[in-house]
Nanobody, 125 residues
Framework: QVQLVESGGGVVQAGGSLRLSCAASGGTFSRADMGWFRQAPGKEREFVAAIRRSAGRTYYAESVKGRFTISRNNDENTVYLQMNSLNPEDTAVYYC??????????????????WGQGTQVTVSS
């Protein structure tokens, strides 16, 4: 059983930055693909970014490409999401997710086995 705990959310002005963290426990973090998703009020949960277990290959949604960076520290069992140039459309609850089995579709919610409780990010205009 893997537990995921997100932190780092908050309120920021448009153009600002935040760094989200997701601490994992209860499993072999280095063997898990990790992802970040977000859900705005009244909208479906959507893919933001993912990072593979080995080689650290990364993937991004078009809406965040060039602004967000996903990274991981396997020694600290933590995955990060650095968010720059934030805009009000980035306002959402951000969720960390872990996939313990390899699945090719890193952007689909059903590819992930474990989820954190979420952290709120609010970007004011």
């Amino acid at each position: 059983q893997v537990q995921l705990v997100e932190s780092g959310g908050g309120v920021v002005q448009a153009g600002g930055s935040l760094r989200l963290s997701c601490a994992a426990s209860g499993g072999t973090f280095s063997r898990a693909d990790m992802g970040w998703f977000r859900q705005a009020p009244g909208k479906e949960r959507e893919f933001v970014a993912a990072i593979r277990r080995s080689a650290g290959r990364t993937y991004y949604a078009e809406s965040v490409k060039g602004r967000f960076t996903i990274s991981r520290n396997n020694d600290e069992n933590t995955v990060y999401l650095q968010m720059n140039s934030l805009n009000p459309e980035d306002t959402a609850v951000y969720y960390c997710a872990a996939s313990v089995n390899y699945r090719s579709n890193y952007a689909h919610r059903l590819s992930y086995d474990y989820w954190g409780q979420g952290t709120q990010v609010t970007v004011s205009s």
